[in-house]
């Protein structure tokens, strides 16, 4: 081995800001409620699952899957009511888009701008593409500071703007008045990330015919697909047939297109979970703002945040009673005592919230 190569090491040749980063972190699942990804917690009905199985079985894995994935987008339009002109770009998960996205605007000085606490994402992103990070606070209700994020982008002109909507961890709608002022004083891309769209009242889906810097990005990941890892962005040619070029080719497997494909076909199956999953919602949200000393946070997605005296203990507790749900104490000053459950089935539900007492009880 040369006196050269023996030099090379991790710490010599990846960049700083890169080693400073903690790898995204996916808890160990097996034997628990799992409560904590934000997963649609209903499987499809047997006779859909049989005749996906059978697709599958014929599926041609030997090949290739379509580049263009001309299909799937067909389907895609079709259940999303695309303004005139619109078309979507594919990627494996949302979070490919967001790099996508990072990897287009990212000049040297380039800064992508998004509130906190938000989707980690965006920053993690941000350092992965070498772009400056800006995060601007929310209120304490964890509502939009418009004021506050009108003079971050009058100070900062971010080439990107990431609003999640609804928020994630927080799960509240932002004002849709207040998201529109941002998109009209952006001088850069403003990417409305609309993951939870299945479960939420509002969607930025029709505004798209009417700024020209907003795009839209939505996952299928919440309304059941989280398996197939696959989500898109809306919005003009224009800036689509500039972004494809980063797009990896094939990013979007034979098997994905295909399920998905064949999902989207029973779309109404889907929502009717998603409508399901909303009434538990309802209900886990009494059962939580029943328990003293917990504070749920109204919730437009699939999961609720909530605050609790000695969060990190009650979630360990929630673990020994066997439901694993996210912890986000620690992870940002305003998330302090903070813990995130997914909305599971009502069995699932009903058995965290005796978890919840039991562990609170425990402590007192």
Request: proline content about 5%; hydrophobic content about 45%; some cysteine.
């Amino acid at each position: 081995m040369s006196s050269a190569s023996s030099a090379v090491t991790p710490t010599s040749l990846i960049r700083t800001e890169i080693q400073a980063l903690h790898a995204y972190h996916v808890p160990p699942s097996t034997g628990f409620i799992k409560l904590d990804a934000m997963e649609n917690p209903y499987l499809l009905p047997q006779t859909l699952r049989d005749e996906i199985a059978r697709m599958v079985a014929d599926a041609a894995i030997n090949r290739y899957p379509d580049a263009g994935a001309h299909e799937l987008k067909a389907h895609i339009r079709s259940v999303t009511n695309l303004p005139s002109g619109m078309d979507v770009l594919l990627g494996n998960g949302s979070d490919e888009i967001i790099q996508v996205l990072a990897m287009a605007v990212a000049k040297p000085g380039a800064v992508l701008l998004s509130v906190e606490p938000s989707f980690v994402m965006y920053k993690m992103i941000a350092a992965f593409t070498g772009m400056r990070y800006v995060g601007v606070p929310l209120t304490q209700d964890f509502s939009l500071d418009l004021q506050a994020t009108l003079d971050a982008i009058k100070r900062e002109q971010p080439a990107l703007v990431f609003l999640a909507y609804p928020n994630n961890p927080t799960g509240n709608l932002f004002d849709a008045e207040a998201v529109k002022r941002i998109i009209e004083a952006s001088p850069g891309l403003v990417v409305v990330d609309e993951a939870y769209y299945a479960f939420a009242s509002d969607s930025f889906i029709p505004q798209l015919a009417h700024y020209d810097n907003l795009l839209v990005m939505r996952t299928f990941s919440k309304l059941g697909m989280a398996g197939l890892r696959l989500g898109f962005l809306a919005g003009s040619t224009a800036w689509l047939a500039q972004l494809e070029k980063l797009r990896l080719p094939y990013n979007v497997g034979v098997l994905p297109q295909l399920v998905a494909s064949k999902l989207l076909q029973h779309h109404d199956i889907l929502l009717a979970q998603a409508a399901s999953i909303k009434q538990e919602r309802t209900r886990l949200m009494s059962g939580l703002s029943a328990i003293t000393g917990v504070k749920a946070y109204p919730s437009e997605a699939n999961f609720i945040l909530f605050r609790v005296a000695k969060a990190t203990q009650i979630f360990e507790g929630l673990k020994q009673r066997g439901v694993l749900i996210k912890n986000l104490n620690g992870g940002h000053p305003a998330l302090t005592d903070c813990l995130r459950v997914t909305v599971g089935t009502p069995e699932e539900g009903a058995r965290f919230i005796t978890a919840l007492q039991d562990s609170i009880n425990q402590l007192a």
